[in-house]
Nanobody
């Protein structure tokens, strides 16, 4: 059974940091493009970046570059999202996803259940 389970969310004051984890089971993340998305209340889900197949290359959207870092531990089959200098506008449900192509990752059927991040000022 293929599953993705996110954890690490919570409530944090603006300027703080969180590290989200996404543990995969039923498949090997090194064989897939792995990415993070978020969805704020009343808004569409947006991509934050991805780790390319194999785990050797990462991409973070320009808007989050410098604050967010993605990585994965293939031995632990786990994807990470390190978030620093958090802002209230980062408040959202955060999801990880796995897909066969990074260019079409948003269309994948492999999603976690999400972890809530709330940033208060």
């Amino acid at each position: 059974q293929v599953t993705l389970v996110e954890s690490g969310g919570g409530s944090v004051q603006a300027g703080g940091s969180l590290r989200l984890s996404c543990v995969a089971s039923g498949f090997t993340i090194a064989s897939y493009c792995m990415g993070w998305f978020r969805q704020a209340p009343g808004k569409s889900r947006v991509g934050l970046g991805f780790v390319a197949i194999g785990g050797g290359r990462t991409y973070v959207t320009d808007s989050e570059k410098g604050r967010f870092t993605m990585s994965q531990d293939n031995a632990k089959n786990t994807l990470y999202l390190e978030m620093n200098n958090l802002k209230p506008e980062d408040t959202a449900m955060y999801y990880c996803a796995a897909g066969e192509s990074c260019s079409s990752l948003s269309l994948t059927r492999r999603w976690g259940q999400g972890t809530q991040v709330t940033v208060f000022s």
